[in-house]
């Protein structure tokens, strides 16, 4: 039985890095502004007092469905077989995404933001 536990630990764990290796550098990107997101969100939350567990879960499953869909995105390029970057354009639109909502936690957190770049986010927004 310990045999058969170690076979499959090592057969999953080879299609995972597999997969993993084929991961376009923009979803790392995306996962790394994702938790630097959150992380921002936490360190806002608790300057401006106001820390909710049920905001950070509602966030948690947002950012856990986009994921989702990065991932839907990359089945569908494969099942198209398509040149063009569906995931990489998909994941690129979402990092921008991410990195507004850095900026707008850090206003929130009270860092100072250059007034212009304030001004372009609230045409964003709109």
């Known amino acids: 039985m310990k045999l058969y536990l170690t ?3 090592g057969g999953l764990s080879g299609i ?3 997969w ?3 991961v376009p550098t923009v ?3 995306l996962i790394a502004l994702m938790s630097l997101d959150v992380l921002m969100g936490l360190g806002a939350a608790f300057v401006t007092k106001t820390i909710s567990s049920d905001v950070s879960y509602r966030g948690m499953v947002r950012k856990s469905l986009t994921l989702i869909l990065v991932a839907a995105t990359g089945i569908l390029q494969q099942t198209w077989q398509t040149e063009v970057p569906l995931v990489s354009l998909v ?3 979402l990092c921008a995404k991410e990195l507004i909502s850095i ?3 850090a206003i929130r957190a009270g860092i100072p933001i250059p007034q212009p770049l304030v001004d372009a986010i609230e045409k ?3």
């Open 7 to 9: 076979y499959a630990i």
């Open 16 to 18: 995972a890095l597999g």
């Open 124 to 126: 964003l927004k709109r």
């Open 103 to 105: 900026i707008e936690n």
């Open 91 to 93: 994941a690129g639109a």
């Open 27 to 29: 979803v790392w990107s």
């Open 20 to 22: 993993l290796a084929n």
